[in-house]
């Protein structure tokens, strides 16, 4: 399924089969300041930075946060790599043109796509690459993160 990025500039997807994994990795790309919307514009995954008490991971039966990640990084770095900038329709037409690619193909206008539908300063599309790569190097199940140069500012009091 496409999930459309909650987020305040561009509109970007992400495709999965697994909400709740995709919810984790979207919670962590955008430190809890982004959610997920389905096709219908129903949001599947809040943005937790508003909510913050963790029941939305509680709900999906997620105690020990550092152990879900340890066990789906993989499947969660896949997700994050389906990042597309645009809509679900977007991302329909983005498929049918790469679908007779080859994979060097589709990944090199994947990221002319991306470049071209971006408008906003923050690349949403740069951080999910970052954090997917972190998922995929993962030593031990302990995520370390080089800093991304694309991570949104977050202040708090």
Not at 104 to 116: H, I, S, T, V
């Amino acid at each position: 399924m496409i999930l459309e990025i909650q987020n305040p500039s561009d509109a970007v997807t992400i495709e999965t089969d697994d909400i709740v994994a995709a919810g984790v990795a979207i919670m962590i790309v955008g430190d809890g300041w982004y959610g997920l919307e389905d096709e219908e514009g129903k949001q599947v995954v809040p943005i937790t930075a508003l909510v913050g008490d963790g029941a939305w991971l509680k709900e999906k039966g997620i105690t020990d946060i550092g152990g879900y990640i340890k066990a789906n990084r993989l499947k969660m770095a896949e997700i994050l790599e389906s990042v597309l900038y645009g809509s679900a329709g977007d991302r329909g037409l983005f498929n049918a043109a790469i679908e007779r690619m080859s994979k060097k193909d589709a990944q090199l206008y994947r990221n002319e796509w991306n470049g071209k539908k971006r408008s906003s300063m923050t690349n949403i599309g740069a951080m999910c690459l970052h954090y997917a790569e972190a998922f995929r190097k993962m030593p031990g199940g302990k995520l370390e993160l080089e800093p991304s140069p694309s991570k949104p500012l977050i202040f708090r009091s």
